[in-house]
């Protein structure tokens, strides 16, 4: 679901995209296919990270006009693997969940290599539906 927080950030503005980053995790673990609710909060940060590199790095104009959202991409799905790896794979896993060896491995699995490359993907699809999306959006405010 990282497409979400980021066409969100690239549409409508950061604070769209926090709350986006904030209560997606949330909502999913209400609906039942979230995680743990002591990894929520690593997830969160996780996603306020992707949300703020796409706003900073995401929306500059550097050279050709998809040099910016291609570092986006990149660094924030480095960064937000990072965030998840380090906070629960290298801190809530050993230091504050009490889980058993194989459940442990199961969860360290989850929150590594395959949270980078589903951030990876996710950034791809949208940046795929970001340049359609945003021509929708600024036709239907030409109409007004």
Do not use: D
Not at 68 to 91: C, E
């Amino acid at each position: 679901m990282n497409m979400l927080p980021i066409v969100s950030v690239m549409t409508c503005g950061m604070m769209s995209g926090l709350c986006v980053a904030v209560i997606s995790p949330v909502m999913a673990k209400l609906i039942g296919i979230g995680p743990l609710w002591s990894l929520i909060s690593f997830i969160v940060a996780g996603n306020i990270t992707l949300v703020l590199i796409w706003h900073f790095i995401g929306n500059r104009r550097w050279g050709h006009k998809y040099t910016a959202p291609m570092i986006a991409l990149a660094a924030a799905a480095i960064a937000k693997f990072l965030v998840l790896y380090l906070g629960i794979v290298q801190i809530a896993i050993p230091f504050f969940l009490r889980l058993p060896a194989p459940q442990a491995a199961v969860i360290s699995n989850m929150f590594s290599i395959p949270q980078l490359l589903t951030a990876l993907l996710g950034g791809g699809v949208a940046l795929s539906v970001l340049t359609p999306l945003k021509k929708a959006i600024q036709g239907g405010r030409e109409q007004s």
